[in-house]
């Protein structure tokens, strides 16, 4: 709740995206003016900055006296309310034999926001500066020992925005859903026997947040010298607007292992830039878990989806098991814990932690171990039975899971909310329909679609999931295609690679 109100404040005040969101209460109060901010560039290239609090200020760090910055406060905003409101629905029909079930499902939600009037707190630069000049920070510090060892940057907060009084925030939520089934017995006398149940759940939730409570801040990057001298950039370094940071770490991808090629995703073209076998094969890596292991994990998974503050908190603790030989037994940033993302790490720890030896961090910059191929190709897109040049089985899962959860953190908040609700027919329907969107061809005739796309009929439900990802179903003689839409280029590419996960965890999943 509290993220959605902050990333709308920004979505619709921060139109040139030097402003960053606070997504947890529990940050508000670590970032004070000059608190060090960790900045996290993604591991894969369509990953967007990730900036994490710490509980460390850069006189924590100083040599010395302390800096006493001068700031400056003035009002950002004299009045704050918004209404943001979510609608979700969907339905599946099964006709076998005598018997014929159908099940249908509606949501609707609502988030009401009064923040009051919003106070800008900022530090005057020049002075800052000034004051900094022949500083020296103690490169013993735990912190910056850390640091140092990974491919993250130090920054300062150098601008805050934040409440002046009480505020509330009111969620309410509406679920409502019905099952029938029609049993039909032939026999001379026919007998029609018709059973429905209905369920209706109804959630309010109001939270208040109490005054100075930070909702949105900048950050100026720290360079630190290898005699303890730091300098600080002059400019905000916040994250930037429409996807302009993404999409230009991908135009200046550099390929190491070959997994994702260079290609121009321009508006209008087709899906087939999309296709990326060498992409499916590490996903494909996940159907090597137990199938009762990975429709647990489907399930946890599918529960996480729409909570973006849960998919962000999953990352982060994947990461740390994935690249625990860099981390010690003190970590610069406080352990968050919540029951389902829990559940989800325990569960596939216990599965992958009997695999073989114990792996080496993932590699920097978003590299991945290499996968062997049998004679030079792979039927269906299947991982090779060969050696892993190396590399261990635990750890091409645990990476397999990783670009998962890292991709699925990219998407809208309409696309997780609708995946959330798939069935594992659907999910399997959304497979194959991108498999062949993205494909050599790329129209797929209406007769060649799984049964509930026959007529050429997309749902509205599912059109809509393409449509907030920048895909465009199309038709035309009776064949359906798809175009890249005018937006961002990441979300198509994220899309496919969540699909193509969540297909490999439901792969003969299926209950009878």
């Given amino acids: 709740m509290f993220e959605r109100v902050t990333r709308n404040l920004l979505h619709q005040t921060d139109h040139d995206g030097t402003l960053i969101a606070v997504s947890r209460l529990n940050d508000s109060e670590k970032l004070k003016l000059l608190a060090v901010v960790i900045k996290c560039p993604g591991k894969w290239p369509w990953q967007s900055t990730k900036y994490k609090p710490t509980d460390f200020t850069l006189n924590d760090l100083l040599q010395g006296k302390p800096i006493q910055p001068v700031l400056e406060e003035k009002v950002f905003l004299n009045k704050y309310k918004a209404t943001q409101n979510g609608n979700i629905a969907g339905s599946g029909e099964v006709d076998m034999g005598g018997v014929s079930m159908k099940a249908e499902g509606r949501g609707t939600s609502n988030i009401l926001s009064s923040l009051g009037t919003l106070l800008k707190e900022s530090v005057i630069m020049s002075h800052f500066l000034k004051d900094s000049k022949d500083r020296k920070v103690d490169l013993q510090h735990n912190l910056i020992r850390q640091i140092q060892r990974k ?23 509406l679920k409502e859903g019905s099952c029938s089934a029609l049993v039909k017995l032939f026999c001379p006398a026919k007998v029609h026997l018709k059973e429905g149940v209905s369920l209706k759940n109804t959630t309010d939730v ?57 290609t121009q995703i321009s508006e209008g073209s087709s899906l087939s830039a999309l296709n990326n076998e060498s992409e ?18 489907l399930n946890l998974f599918q529960e996480i989806l729409p909570d973006q503050t849960l998919l962000s908190t999953l990352e982060d603790k994947l990461e740390k098991i994935c690249d625990e030989s860099v981390y010690d037994s003190h970590t610069y940033l406080p352990e968050t814990s919540n029951e389902l993302t829990d559940k989800f790490l325990d569960l596939l720890q216990s599965e992958t932690d009997n695999m073989d030896s114990l792996p080496t ?21 299947k991982a090779s039975n060969t050696s892993h040049n190396g590399s261990s089985q635990r750890q091409l899962i645990l990476t397999a899971m990783y670009i998962l959860i890292s991709a699925a953190e990219e998407l809208t908040d309409d696309g997780l909310a609708f995946l959330k609700t798939c069935s594992s027919e659907t999910i399997n329907v959304l497979s194959y329909l991108l498999t062949q969107l993205t494909g050599v061809s790329q129209r797929v005739p209406f007769s060649e679609l799984p049964f509930p796309l026959r007529d050429g009929e997309v749902p509205q439900e599912m059109k809509l999931l393409f449509t907030s990802s920048n895909i465009i179903l199309k038709r035309d003689n009776k064949e359906l295609y798809a175009e890249i839409g005018k937006g961002s280029k990441v979300l198509p590419r994220v899309l496919c690679i969540v699909i193509h996960g969540l297909a490999c965890l439901n792969e003969s999943c299926e209950t009878d």
């Fill in 206 to 262: 109001a939270i208040e947040i109490p005054p100075h409570t930070v909702v949105a801040y900048s950050v100026s990057e720290l360079t630190i010298d290898s005699d303890g001298h730091y300098e600080v950039g002059v400019s905000p370094d916040g994250i930037e607007a429409d996807d302009s940071i993404t999409q230009k770490f991908i135009h200046n991808w550099t390929e190491l292992d070959g997994l994702w090629a260079q």
């Fill in 151 to 173: 491919n993250q940057v130090f920054t300062l907060v150098k601008q805050r925005i934040f409440t002046s009084c009480d505020c509330t925030i009111n969620f309410s939520e």
């Fill in 280 to 297: 499916k094969e590490i996903l494909y890596e996940l159907t090597r878990l137990p199938s009762e292991t990975r429709f647990s994990l």
């Fill in 361 to 381: 961090a993932l590699r920097p910059n978003g590299s991945l171990p290499a996968i062997s191929k049998q004679n030079g190709s792979q039927s269906e897109g």
